[in-house]
């Protein structure tokens, strides 16, 4: 609990702080006012505040998951500061009440899956329910389906961190396809697709994709969707006028990836993602102490802040590396099962529901390891390169 970082400010100072973020921030020259640059240190410590409830409710899905014996992709994220200051443009909350400045995610193959699991958690979690939003049962209007919950973080005994609410999502690989796809497109155009500003045909698009997967999992679609005959043609027509597979196929083509290299045992727990919108470029770092995350974290928004506002930061956590672009696919332009869906539609058929790949019958005796080739240039270690150090060893 010690290398997470405690709260420093009262509540008038975060209430204050939030009316300065949430507004336009004058610079002269290169030059950020006193009392602006205050309000940031503020603003980050208050959601820096939530990294430990975070973290702690993240170990908590993780063991249940694995208890229960499901199959599951879980991660967590502290929320990026652009996209706070536009939450709090957007609805005119108060900083100070929040609900999602720390976040879990976890992604399942089936519907049933996930009622099942938010079931165990709500019964098993010490944190209390504050707040429960079913967008699978009633999605939102532009087509948004996954079930939230919102804790308020408890432990068996009481900590500075308390109260603190975090907000987990839970949802099926075909719902994460949807909502990552309209994150990757409307990064690769520069358009807040995910907040319904942007490209109209774009946006009916998504929301008549979103029907199409509602129906394959037999859940409800939103009201006053076409009949499934009609809609189809209209998401074929869309499709052709806004040459939409081949721009998903551009969008997979143009990000590029790269990072810092690990070294021999190092094992991170953190992984700060930039995406650079000028070269389409992904950045991954790794480390693996908590504090020197944040600080990281907090470096990068002030240098975004100063440069190009289209650029996105983020710090996740996930189990594994190779968990971090299924977690995360959009910041790595993966939009691969939304495009074979959606191609599917375009050829005269139906989007259908996520099978998991079968599982091994026998488990390996070691842990393969994994394929991080879709982080082009990478310097984190690959399949075969131990191996291949020790062939040229041998040579020589």
Request: glycine residues 4%; hydrophobic residues 35%.
């Amino acid at each position: 609990m010690s290398d997470h970082p405690h709260l420093k400010y009262s509540p008038t100072a975060i209430a204050n702080a939030g009316k300065v973020i949430s507004g336009d921030i004058p610079v002269s020259g290169d030059q950020v006012p006193i009392q602006v640059r205050e309000a940031f240190l503020v603003a980050n410590n208050w959601r820096d505040a939530h990294a430990h409830p975070m973290r702690s409710i993240h170990a908590s899905v993780r063991h249940h998951i694995r208890k229960n014996e499901l199959d599951a992709i879980t991660a967590a994220r502290l929320k990026r500061m652009q996209a706070i200051r536009r939450k709090l443009r957007r609805i005119k909350v108060k900083f100070h009440k929040l609900q999602d400045l720390g976040g879990c995610r976890v992604i399942l193959a089936t519907i049933a899956e996930t009622r099942s699991l938010i079931e165990i958690l709500k019964s098993k979690l010490p944190s209390v329910v504050f707040k429960e939003s079913d967008y699978i049962s009633k999605p939102k209007a532009d087509g948004y389906r996954s079930h939230h919950v919102i804790f308020c973080f408890r432990q068996r005994k009481p900590t500075p961190f308390d109260d603190r609410r975090i907000e987990l999502q839970v949802r099926t690989h075909l719902q994460h396809s949807w909502a990552t796809t309209v994150e990757a497109v409307g990064l690769y155009r520069g358009e807040e697709l995910k907040s319904q500003k942007g490209d109209k045909n774009w946006l009916r698009l998504f929301a008549l994709m979103s029907a199409e997967f509602a129906e394959a999992e037999k859940c409800a679609t939103v009201p006053g969707t076409p009949d499934p005959k009609e809609r189809k043609n209209e998401i074929r027509k869309l499709a052709k006028s806004l040459d939409a597979l081949n721009v998903l196929e551009a969008v997979t083509k143009g990000f590029q990836g790269t990072d810092i290299p690990l070294a021999r045992g190092y094992k991170p727990s953190h992984y700060l993602i930039r995406y650079d919108h000028s070269s389409k470029t992904v950045h991954v770092e790794p480390y693996n102490k908590a504090d020197k995350a944040t600080d990281s974290y907090e470096k990068a928004e002030e240098d975004q802040r100063a440069g190009d506002q289209n650029d996105v930061v983020v710090l996740v956590e996930v189990d594994k590396i190779k968990d971090l672009k299924v977690a995360y696919p959009n910041y790595f332009g993966d939009v691969d099962l939304f495009q074979r869906q959606l191609r599917q539609i375009v050829l005269g058929g139906a989007a259908v529901e996520y099978v998991r790949p079968p599982r091994q019958t026998r488990k390996p005796s070691r842990e393969p390891r994994a394929d991080l080739s879709w982080l082009r240039g990478t310097r984190f270690p690959k399949p075969g390169d131990r191996m291949m150090k020790k062939q040229k060893k041998k040579r020589k």
